[in-house]
């Protein structure tokens, strides 16, 4: 069993920045892969990025690459995700997962374990 908690979130104007943080209780934490996804008013829900369980590889969505960075710090249980320029449409509520095991990076059923999400909002 995996807890996630994300916190970070707020109000920012437009090319502000903010770092999420996503701690996570359980002893397979390390073992496991981790994404962010996203969900807009009306909108589906949608990836982020995504980080490999030792951190060596890492996966983002075109809209958010080169201003986006997902870490983990797999001593601390934690992941984060560092979020630069950001734009009016980055507004949503930020979900931490945790992926099963074999699953694909981009596909929201193949995490088994969600955070509660924080709300970003990017003002203009």
């Known amino acids: 069993q995996v807890q996630l908690v994300e916190s970070g979130g707020g109000l920012v104007q437009a090319g502000g920045s903010l770092r999420l943080s996503c701690a996570a209780s359980?002893?397979?934490?390390?073992?496991?892969?981790m994404g962010w996804f996203r969900q807009a008013p009306g909108k589906e829900r949608e990836f982020v990025a995504a980080?490999?369980?030792?951190?060596?590889?890492?996966y983002y969505a075109d809209s958010v690459k080169g201003r986006f960075t997902i870490s983990r710090d797999n001593g601390k249980n934690t992941v984060y995700l560092q979020m630069n320029s950001l734009k009016p449409e980055d507004t949503a509520v930020y979900y931490c997962?945790?992926?099963?095991?074999?699953?694909?990076?981009?596909?929201?059923?193949?995490?088994?374990?969600w955070g509660q999400g924080t709300q970003v909002t990017v003002s203009s």
């Open positions: 997962a945790a992926r099963a095991y074999g699953g694909s990076y981009y596909v929201p059923l193949e995490y088994d374990y």
């Open positions: 359980g002893r397979t934490f390390s073992s496991r892969a």
């Open positions: 980080i490999s369980w030792s951190g060596g590889s890492t």
